[in-house]
Every structure is written in structure tokens, then in C-alpha cells.
């Protein structure tokens, strides 16, 4: 998987847009969530890479973050109903 060099390693370019493009192992697909989630990245991009990989994480394939912020996401993914919240 390709790598763009940094304190926290963030998944390539190259390396997202093979996963679009249906070119990932199934190994490199857990691996590249599991990044995504590491470097928070999951939760940024556009929403069916954090629903993928908050599949991930409830299937066991990839760890959860250990966060505040994650544990508020997945008790209430679609946030508050209320927007003044």
C-alpha cells in the first residue's frame, strides 16, 4: 500500500482510488480502513468510508479508535436531532 510520509502514516492517493476502482484484495481493503480509522480519516471523507469502516469495526476486521469522539459517533451516528444540540 502506498504511503505519504508524516508522523501518522495517511493511505496514498493511489492507494484510495484503487479501492474505488474495485482493485483491492480483501486483505488491502481491512488494511487501508484500518487506516483510515488509525488516522482518523474514516470519519473525513465522504460518508460510506465511515459507514464501511464502522461495519469493519463491528464485524471485528478492523480495531475501533480509543476516543471520545468515536464513541459519540457510533451512539449516535446520524447526530442530534435537535441541530442547536
Given at each position: ?26 486483505e ?17 471523507l ?40
Amino acid at each position: 500500500m502506498g504511503e505519504i510520509p508524516g508522523e501518522m502514516q495517511t493511505p496514498a492517493v493511489e492507494t484510495i482510488m484503487a479501492y474505488e476502482q474495485g482493485a483491492l484484495s480483501d486483505e488491502d481493503t481491512v488494511a487501508l480502513f484500518q487506516r483510515l480509522v488509525d488516522t482518523g480519516l474514516a470519519w473525513q471523507l465522504q460518508g460510506s468510508y465511515g459507514r464501511t469502516a464502522a461495519a469493519m469495526i463491528r464485524a471485528g476486521l478492523v480495531t475501533a479508535p480509543e476516543s471520545a469522539r468515536y464513541d459519540a459517533m457510533m451512539a449516535d451516528p446520524f447526530g442530534p436531532a435537535d441541530p442547536n444540540a
